[in-house]
């Protein structure tokens, strides 16, 4: 798996601020690089130590401002979460649903409770296989910077006045979120030997970054090595941590054993004689960074994120945008109106959390189209305007484009797997594919091109008059969790695995990605909900609940369940496809107004599971209960009849 990403832009600011930059040639000037005490690293000074992004880049550009977007901090300076939503997840957009486990809380308060500390959440579960690197963990998505880089005060508030490795050196404790370890020997954070992350420019403004290279350092708890191996500035040897055995898949007892070293440092060994890379005397050549970025760049975490998540690929072969010549940053630039908001590199369309001048958006498929009136550099044209076309093909249906978004007509033929069911009511992590709902052995293959397209569902996305039908993919989970005092944190799967092993569940059939049946144990009906809450009560679990779709919990020794409160966690997420565009071949109602209005359309009647234990106990069938024709959620009980001529 390679995962891959869009972190920060310098163009707009850097041109503008740093005099290292050729306005001329728009080419950056050669650099010292200088490791984390600011020194020098030359082929005889320091030369087998990693570079500090913070202090070879930051000696110029104004590091702090930059990682203040979104990428780098995912919702780290946001740390306080609305009444009835979990602590610690630091997802200000970042998918961690595939991941092991959240980020722990400040004060972990319950051995019991589901949350890595700071230590072990960017590596944790990480591996790296025979074949390639899989099973993703945080830091394999994150740029560094933010939660990489900093802890935590005891508010939960972002601690900056050092970074974790300084900050480790006043004490660390076995019930503190950020200095203490699952899985090291002592119990204890270790970033004295790791070093932490640092926001990792290069990632975007290198040509020819290797993020495999980059997170097999971080699956060894190499932290403060991972950006010279990602740049491919150099080879690292030795290991903070390696796997006793790396071929070990979940579920094997050895999966997650291994040997720490504490005693020795690695070392880089630098391509001193690469003239591509090194001058001379030393220093890293200007021509091996770029002052823009590319789709490349983003896609090297955006890619397999997006196909995990939608089943969005962003080829050229399945996106009219992408053939045609579009970069992400067409759509996606830098927000703000002046320089010292654009340094902040907030990205249009992500979630900032906060406000600066000229805050937007992404550029929407009106702008371009409207009249087709939006040129962009590079791409011969303009934008068509569909208008005249509609109202040809549809002279009574015009009301259509008001409330179908241009997604909802438009993306049709998603060409990654896709994850849409995750089960993990018994304990164990199961994901279940959007393309065919199959089993897929570990969540890496949720981004692998699916056998066949398939199509999206249609989703209600919005609120008020600004909503729309919108293509999408309505991802649904079941977990066990604990009400504490009106906060859903969810329960460790490891203690729901043991807790449950006595009880009597559903063992189900279902199908593998590999074409192979699998069995698997799923909670399924009121009566397995109530035995295990009644387990998990006699583990000593506090209050639990049983998350899917709604909140089931035991209330005056009676099994009920309620819709959760607004903002809590109900086991649902909406997740909007916005790339992926087909040709207008391939649209829904190309061939005319039955494609969306016959009795069978996809339109309206695509099954949408609603019980994922249900479902599993009666797999492969979508029927009700346990599943429904999405447009049941829009109020229709029947496909809506033509309209007449």
């Given amino acids: ?127 790296i296989t025979s074949k390639k690197i899989s099973f993703p963990a945080a830091g394999w998505y994150l740029p560094g910077g933010g939660p990489l880089e900093y802890g935590r005060d005891q508010s939960g508030k972002p601690d900056l006045t050092g970074n974790l490795a300084q900050r480790e050196t006043r004490g660390r404790s076995r019930t503190d979120g950020d200095y203490s370890s699952r899985f090291t020997p002592d119990r204890l954070s270790h970033f004295r030997e790791s070093g932490v992350i640092e926001a990792d420019c290069l990632i975007c403004h290198s040509r020819n970054y290797s993020m495999d290279a980059r997170n097999a350092q971080v699956s060894a708890r190499n932290y403060r090595w991972a950006a010279s191996a990602g740049a491919g500035l150099g080879e690292v040897r030795g290991a903070v941590f390696t796997y006793s055995n790396p071929a070990a898949v979940p579920g094997d007892p050895d999966f997650l054993s291994g040997k720490w070293n504490f005693a020795s440092r690695p070392v880089v060994s630098y391509r001193w004689k690469d003239g591509r890379l090194f001058s001379p005397d030393g220093k890293l050549k200007g021509p091996a960074m770029r002052t823009n970025v590319g789709s490349a760049n983003c896609l090297l975490c955006h890619g397999d994120l997006d196909a995990s998540r939608t089943g969005t690929t962003h080829d050229k072969k399945r996106d009219v945008h992408a053939a045609a010549g579009l970069q992400c940053t067409d759509c996606h630039g830098l927000i703000g109106k002046t320089k010292k908001d654009r340094l902040q590199h907030r990205i249009a369309g992500e979630k900032t959390g906060g406000k600066v001048s000229g805050e937007g958006k992404a550029r929407t498929c009106r702008e371009c189209h409207s009249a087709g009136r939006k040129k962009l550099a590079g791409i011969a044209g303009k934008a068509s305007d569909p208008r005249p076309s509609h109202a040809r093909r549809f002279p009574r249906s015009v009301f259509h484009f008001y409330v179908i978004s241009c997604t909802g007509c438009h993306a049709t033929s998603q060409g990654a797997r896709g ?158 496809i916005n790339h992926e565009i087909g040709s207008k071949k391939t649209a829904y109602g190309a061939k005319g107004c039955r494609d969306c209005h016959a009795d069978n359309a996809a339109f309206f009647v695509k099954p949408r599971v609603v019980n994922i234990g249900g479902f599993l106990k009666a797999y492969p069938e979508l029927k009700e209960p346990n599943a429904v024709p999405q447009m049941t959620e829009w109020g229709f009980s029947s496909v809506p009849p033509m309209m007449k001529k």
């Fill in 1 to 127: 798996m390679r995962p891959k990403g869009i972190i920060a832009l310098f163009i707009f600011t850097c041109l503008s601020v740093c005099p290292a930059l050729s306005e001329a040639a728009r080419v950056h000037q050669d650099v010292w690089l200088r490791n984390e005490a600011g020194e020098h690293i030359t082929p005889i000074l320091n030369s087998s130590d990693p570079y500090s992004p913070r202090r070879t880049c930051g000696g110029c550009h104004s590091y702090g401002p930059i990682t203040r977007g979104g990428h780098f901090q995912q919702g780290f300076d946001q740390p306080s979460p609305k009444k009835g939503t979990p602590s610690g997840l630091y997802r200000t957009g970042l998918d961690l649903s595939a991941l092991p486990e959240p980020v722990a809380p400040k004060a972990i308060r319950s051995s019991y409770l589901a949350g890595l500390p700071a230590y072990d959440w960017p590596a944790a579960a990480a591996r």
């Fill in 419 to 576: 994850g849409y069911l995750a089960d993990m009511g018994s304990g164990v992590q199961s994901w279940y594919t959007a393309d065919a709902l199959e089993k897929v052995p570990g969540p890496e293959v949720l981004a692998q091109a699916a056998p066949r397209p398939w199509r999206p569902w249609i989703m209600v996305h919005g609120q008020g008059p600004n909503a729309m039908y919108a293509a999408g993919v309505p991802r649904m989970a079941q977990w066990f969790g604990t009400d504490d005092g009106g906060v859903i944190r969810q329960v460790r799967l490891d203690v729901v695995e043991k807790a449950l092993r006595p009880v009597k569940l559903t063992s189900a059939a279902v199908k593998g990605t590999d074409g192979r049946n699998v069995k698997v144990r799923t909670v399924a009906g009121d009566d397995e909900i109530a035995r295990a809450l009644a387990a998990l009560n006699k583990a000593g679990i506090k209050n639990p609940v049983f998350v899917s779709g709604k909140v089931y919990r035991f209330e005056k020794g009676k099994l009920a369940s309620a819709d959760s409160p607004a903002g809590a966690p109900a086991g649902i997420e909406r997740l909007v």
